[in-house]
């Protein structure tokens, strides 16, 4: 399912409630001119080879955005699966557009993300830091996650916010997306934002 930026078009009851959470919940992230959901501004992260990274350093392009966490079962292996569709639909001038994965379990370590990421066909980077870090981001999206201990098997379990973030080419976030979402929709986003000026 999909949501628009405020005043395009009704967006379904339960994203419109989403999208008043996030307004409610936004923190420091500055809410931005009825245009975008939210501005995020600039923040720092190690990158899946170790080198810092900056969301500045893509200004000028479309960025999709996504937390999760390479352990994860389920919901960020279907996500990436399902964008590697959307890039699919969307075309060669899609590759342009980098998802950034924002992990959220400090196991992730660069060479961890690194090998994660090769399983998907995507222009992917993976991101971690330190826990400070990493919550300021998490802040920033007006996003959440949590860390339950687990048995020493299976490791701890990490509960986080499943949308994708669609962000402009100034770093504002213009959609959002959930894992009901279809392929077709994300690439449609994706094509806009390319098009924008």
Do not use: W
Not at 109 to 125: D, M, V
Request: proline share 9%; glycine share 6%.
């Amino acid at each position: 399912m999909r949501t628009s930026i405020p005043g395009a078009r009704r967006a379904p009851l339960r994203f419109a409630a989403l999208a008043l959470l996030l307004f409610a919940c936004a923190g420091p992230a500055e809410i931005a001119s009825e245009e975008t959901l939210l501005t995020i501004g600039d923040f720092e992260l190690i990158d899946h080879e170790g080198q810092p990274f900056r969301l500045s350093s893509l200004r000028g392009r479309p960025v999709l955005l996504f937390f999760g966490y390479t352990h994860c079962p389920d919901a960020c292996p279907t996500m990436m699966s399902k964008l590697a569709v959307a890039y699919r639909n969307a075309g060669p001038e899609s590759k342009a557009i980098p998802t950034l994965f924002v992990s959220v379990d400090p196991r992730d370590t660069p060479p961890a993300l690194k090998e994660y990421l090769s399983y998907f066909a995507i222009p992917a980077r993976g991101l971690t830091g330190s826990k400070e870090t990493i919550d300021e981001v998490v802040q920033k999206f007006a996003a959440h996650y949590t860390i339950t201990p687990g048995d020493s098997e299976a490791g701890p379990y990490v509960d986080h916010t499943l949308t994708l973030y669609v962000l402009d080419k100034e770093g504002n976030v213009r959609e959002l997306f959930d894992p009901t979402s279809k392929p077709e929709a994300i690439a449609a986003a994706m094509n806009a934002e390319l098009k924008r000026g």
